[in-house]
């Protein structure tokens, strides 16, 4: 194991106060019970308490830049984070949507490599940050929490996404399709009537990043949904057909 750093708290997290922290215990975060961190014993969940830090931020903060040393693993308690990467030539892809409730970062500590990309904060969120010092000491001891995050880092598709929602195979239209149905889960309800009701916290901006095109052609691709009734787009809110999305998202992709 790699000798960690000195801990730098991103300015996002330096200003939470001792109020912030003792009004969000882990024992009471049904985050934390229901994530790889539901292993830790009491013991070791408070030495986790005793070192974290723990904050609500705006949106537009940002946690890390790409390129930055990781200090250790975020755990997002509510609200959204966009994880974005940005090549040589100053173009801008969204690699994932992270909700309430999972990890961030946790790839690029583990392999004690600099962060991959940017994680930007979309919607006010409670974010934790548990330093990398604190949790090589409860990985040593604790073997359960280690599978677990192992299991997290195999099962993880983030990596995966990007390239697929951005195959030349697919038309833009069915780009924004794909995208829907990636997240349904995470950021959908259905209503009584059967169709889905999403509620996004992306800009068509940041969908467009996310789909690899100019967000005058996310709003063409909104249209053409909305006039085959597939889907219908009001500000953050999308009501779509999930029948009529699968059956958009079906095309020939290359062998």
């Known amino acids: 194991m790699t000798e960690m750093r000195q801990l730098r708290i991103p300015p996002s997290l330096a200003r939470c106060t001792a109020t912030e922290l003792t009004r969000a215990p882990c024992k009471n975060c049904g985050v934390c019970a229901d994530s790889a961190f539901g292993a830790l014993a009491p013991a ?3 030495m986790v308490k005793a070192e974290r830090r723990s904050c609500v931020v705006r949106r537009g903060t940002t946690l890390f830049n790409q390129g930055d040393e990781p200090q250790g693993i975020y755990c997002l308690r509510s609200g959204h984070v966009l994880l974005t990467q940005t090549d040589v030539a100053g173009n801008e892809t969204g690699l994932r949507l992270v909700m309430s409730g999972e990890l961030i970062g946790f790839r690029s500590f583990f392999a004690e490599e600099p962060h991959a990309a940017t994680a930007r904060v979309l919607t006010p969120s409670r974010v934790c940050l548990i330093p990398g010092a604190v949790l090589w000491k409860v990985l040593e001891r604790n073997a359960a929490l280690a599978r677990a995050l192992l ?10 996404q990007a390239p697929f929602l951005r195959g030349p195979w697919l038309s ?26 999403f509620d996004l916290p992306l800009t068509r901006r940041e969908i467009a990043t996310m789909v690899g095109v100019r967000p005058e052609s996310i709003s063409r691709a909104v249209h053409d949904l909305r006039a085959e009734e597939i889907a219908t787009f009001n500000g953050h809110r999308i009501i779509a057909s999930l029948d009529r999305l699968v059956a958009a998202a079906k095309t020939d992709r290359p062998h």
């Open 172 to 197: 833009v239209r069915e780009r924004l399709v794909h995208l829907l149905l990636i997240i349904r889960d995470r950021c959908a309800e259905t209503l009584p009537d059967g169709r889905l009701l």
């Open 151 to 160: 299991r997290l880092v195999a099962r993880d598709q983030g990596p995966m």
């Open 44 to 46: 070791e969940l408070k």
